[in-house]
């Protein structure tokens, strides 16, 4: 068996402060907001919090953009409020991970400030400075916020590399000194007492020498270049040496957010003697509803799915290990997704869950997942607050893109679907503030909400409280081995885990009418248990089982 370790037993949640809950009524969600909410998080069973960036932050990309690594955000609250905040985790029994963002810092931080100065500054050095190519960028890479990724400063006639927006200018990782001192900055974040981190775009850090072009793109004025800086030459002895220096003085939980990742990349980041994290996000299973360009979209092939997630579960199999996630602040909500945010909300947001919850890896449920929140469409970019979703609107406006074809891609893939405000109860602004939010609320917050779900035994909030409680209870579902079943059955996503002599048979059904799958013989005996299902009645004949829409079955024998 492999090795047991307490962050491959945990279930984490995933907090946006910004958008989780206001204590001071001023529209934005704060750290004391958490603080009262810290026993709705318990009776839930998650184990760890993992709190996105709460750091100054001039707020350009909602805190990834940070000018001071050891302060808190004034809109969020205090060190101390922090402080407390902590106490009162770890009074519960729930650990907290933090974000860390050292791909890039803000351009308002004091290394920055300094750096553009003038080429002689002390800091210069710390960022990724060129001269221009025949009076234009350095090189012809995009930003992932559009545009290039690169910005002209007057002070010293030089561009600067940002991958994201223009105000996120990139680390320069190759300068030791630069390395010491996020090193020293992660330490004094541990020694408060803090229990991992969850590392932004990690595997970017470290780019090819001499930052060269990309292979044009026929149509477009930039590329990607990410061939030049995901994974890029150094990456692993960087987190080889973060790790020597810093990690591995603690028990902690550390994920590296990675996006361009395959499953033997993953095995690298994570294998145990490798000494580098604990484990990764990779972004496959999230990509395989996007067409070509920047948020396209085409519906997802359930068998994409199945070989997608499949890969990943066998790929790192006593050699890595997983993380398990369907949403975060980046990515549209769930039930939307690949569920049925209509008639079956509740029925495929459980069914979801299952599929997630019973594979191997480190579960991740994201603020709002756990009662069946959904997408939002508001008819105005002018509603809008992320970046990334501005930039992209402007840019195809630009290029001539229909209004509504933008606004429909809006609707499915932006990022603001997982950012309006925590739908605590139907009362005005849905409990989340007094005052006005600082994003409009997802209208549908006076039927679905916290209140309303835990005053409902047959809530998403209470089978994912549930499935949590189930994983705990049961070995096999932490380090059982992973077998997809009938892969080729169209409608149903079903596999085994086996450990010990216990098997475990799980069948979701992903689509919207009833259907039929032959279980393994051994789930036919009066043996079988079930462990968790999301609608009680059995129609179970012999081996032939038969799934209502969006049904769900997790059997042990
Ligand atoms: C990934 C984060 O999850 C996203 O929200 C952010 O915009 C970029 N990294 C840049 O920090």
Same mark, same amino acid.
């Given at each position: 068996?492999?090795?047991?370790?307490?962050? /491959?037993?945990?279930?984490?949640?995933?907090?946006?402060?910004?958008?989780?809950?206001?204590?001071?009524?001023? +529209?934005?969600?704060?750290?004391?907001?958490?603080?009262?909410? &810290?026993?709705?998080?318990?009776?839930?069973?998650?184990?760890?919090?993992?709190?996105?960036?709460?750091? =100054? #932050?001039?707020?350009?990309?909602?805190?990834?953009?940070?000018?001071?690594?050891?302060?808190?955000?004034? !809109?969020?609250?205090?060190? !101390?409020?922090?402080?407390?905040?902590?106490? =009162?985790?770890?009074?519960?029994?729930?650990? &907290?991970?933090?974000?860390?963002?050292?791909?890039?810092?803000?351009?308002?931080?004091?290394?920055?400030?300094? $750096?553009?100065?003038? @080429?002689?500054? @002390?800091?210069?050095?710390?960022?990724?400075?060129?001269?221009?190519?025949?009076?234009? !960028?350095?090189?012809?890479?995009?930003?992932?916020?559009?545009?290039?990724?690169?910005?002209?400063?007057?002070?010293?006639?030089?561009?600067?590399?940002?991958?994201?927006?223009?105000?996120?200018?990139? &680390?320069?990782?190759?300068?030791?000194?630069?390395?010491?001192?996020?090193?020293?900055?992660?330490?004094?974040?541990?020694?408060?007492?803090?229990?991992?981190?969850?590392?932004?775009?990690?595997?970017?850090?470290?780019?090819?020498?001499?930052?060269?072009?990309?292979?044009?793109?026929?149509?477009?004025?930039?590329?990607?270049?990410?061939?030049?800086?995901?994974?890029?030459?150094?990456?692993?002895?960087?987190?080889?040496?973060?790790?020597?220096?810093?990690?591995?003085?603690?028990?902690?939980?550390?994920?590296?957010?990675?996006?361009?990742?395959?499953?033997?990349?993953?095995?690298?980041?994570?294998? =145990?003697?490798?000494?580098?994290?604990?484990?990764?996000?990779?972004?496959?299973?999230?990509?395989?509803?996007? +067409?070509?360009?920047?948020?396209?979209?085409?519906?997802?092939? %359930?068998?994409?799915?199945?070989?997608?997630?499949?890969?990943?579960? /066998?790929?790192?199999?006593?050699?890595?290990?997983?993380?398990?996630?369907?949403?975060?602040?980046?990515?549209?909500?769930?039930? $939307?997704?690949?569920?049925?945010?209509?008639?079956?909300?509740?029925?495929?947001?459980?069914?979801?869950?299952?599929? %997630?919850?019973?594979? /191997?890896?480190?579960?991740?449920?994201?603020?709002?997942?756990?009662?069946?929140?959904?997408?939002?469409?508001?008819?105005?970019?002018?509603?809008?607050?992320?970046?990334?979703?501005?930039?992209?609107?402007?840019?195809?406006?630009?290029?001539?893109?229909? @209004?509504?074809?933008?606004?429909?891609?809006?609707?499915?893939?932006?990022?603001?679907?997982?950012?309006?405000?925590?739908?605590?109860?139907?009362?005005?602004?849905?409990?989340?503030?007094?005052?006005?939010?600082?994003?409009?609320?997802?209208?549908?917050?006076?039927?679905?909400?916290?209140?309303?779900?835990?005053?409902?035994?047959?809530?998403?909030?209470?089978?994912?409280? @549930?499935?949590?409680?189930?994983?705990?209870?049961?070995?096999?579902?932490?380090?059982?081995?992973?077998?997809?079943?009938?892969?080729?059955? #169209?409608?149903?996503?079903?596999?085994?885990?086996?450990?010990?002599?216990?098997?475990?048979?799980?069948?979701?059904?992903?689509?919207?009418?009833?259907?039929?799958?032959?279980?393994?013989?051994?789930?036919?005996?009066?043996?079988?248990?079930?462990?968790?299902?999301?609608?009680?009645?059995?129609?179970?004949?012999?081996?032939?089982?038969?799934? /209502?829409?969006?049904?769900?079955?997790?059997?042990?024998?």
């Amino acid at each position: 068996m492999e090795k047991r370790y307490w962050w /491959k037993e945990s279930v984490v949640y995933q907090i946006y402060p910004r958008s989780f809950m206001d204590s001071n009524g001023d +529209g934005i969600g704060d750290l004391n907001g958490i603080i009262s909410k &810290l026993d709705y998080l318990q009776e839930l069973g998650i184990d760890v919090v993992w709190l996105s960036p709460v750091y =100054e #932050s001039p707020n350009d990309d909602n805190g990834y953009d940070i000018s001071n690594y050891q302060a808190i955000m004034d !809109e969020f609250g205090t060190m !101390e409020d922090w402080e407390r905040l902590l106490e =009162e985790m770890h009074n519960r029994g729930i650990k &907290l991970i933090m974000d860390l963002v050292v791909n890039h810092s803000s351009d308002e931080h004091a290394w920055f400030v300094e $750096s553009r100065k003038s @080429k002689e500054n @002390k800091y210069r050095d710390y960022y990724i400075w060129r001269d221009g190519k025949d009076g234009k !960028e350095p090189n012809n890479w995009s930003s992932f916020f559009s545009g290039s990724a690169w910005q002209f400063d007057e002070a010293t006639e030089q561009y600067f590399l940002h991958l994201f927006s223009k105000k996120q200018p990139d &680390l320069n990782w190759e300068n030791p000194q630069l390395r010491k001192e996020v090193y020293d900055m992660m330490t004094w974040w541990l020694e408060k007492g803090i229990d991992g981190f969850r590392m932004d775009v990690i595997n970017m850090i470290s780019k090819e020498k001499g930052l060269p072009d990309a292979p044009s793109v026929p149509g477009e004025q930039y590329s990607s270049g990410h061939e030049f800086f995901m994974n890029g030459p150094r990456i692993h002895e960087f987190l080889q040496e973060m790790n020597k220096e810093v990690l591995s003085k603690y028990d902690i939980l550390t994920v590296g957010e990675t996006p361009g990742v395959s499953p033997e990349d993953a095995v690298l980041y994570t294998a =145990e003697d490798r000494n580098e994290v604990n484990t990764l996000f990779q972004f496959e299973h999230m990509d395989l509803d996007s +067409g070509n360009g920047k948020w396209d979209v085409k519906p997802l092939q %359930l068998a994409d799915l199945k070989w997608s997630l499949s890969r990943w579960q /066998k790929g790192l199999e006593n050699q890595g290990w997983n993380s398990l996630y369907w949403n975060n602040h980046d990515q549209p909500r769930i039930v $939307s997704r690949f569920g049925n945010d209509k008639e079956y909300r509740n029925k495929s947001a459980k069914m979801l869950g299952t599929l %997630l919850h019973m594979m /191997k890896g480190t579960p991740y449920i994201y603020q709002g997942e756990e009662i069946g929140m959904t997408n939002v469409k508001f008819s105005d970019i002018s509603a809008y607050k992320d970046i990334e979703t501005i930039n992209m609107y402007n840019e195809k406006l630009e290029a001539g893109v229909d @209004k509504d074809v933008i606004m429909n891609s809006i609707y499915i893939k932006g990022r603001d679907n997982a950012r309006t405000p925590m739908q605590w109860d139907d009362s005005e602004h849905s409990g989340f503030t007094t005052g006005t939010p600082w994003i409009n609320i997802n209208p549908n917050y006076t039927e679905i909400n916290v209140k309303q779900a835990l005053e409902d035994k047959d809530s998403v909030f209470y089978y994912y409280k @549930k499935l949590i409680h189930t994983r705990k209870s049961n070995d096999i579902i932490i380090y059982g081995s992973y077998d997809i079943w009938q892969e080729d059955h #169209s409608q149903v996503f079903a596999y085994t885990r086996s450990f010990k002599e216990q098997t475990l048979f799980v069948a979701c059904n992903f689509y919207g009418d009833t259907t039929t799958i032959t279980i393994p013989d051994i789930f036919a005996n009066e043996q079988r248990q079930i462990l968790i299902t999301n609608d009680d009645e059995e129609q179970l004949n012999g081996t032939k089982l038969t799934l /209502k829409p969006y049904e769900a079955k997790v059997y042990l024998v």
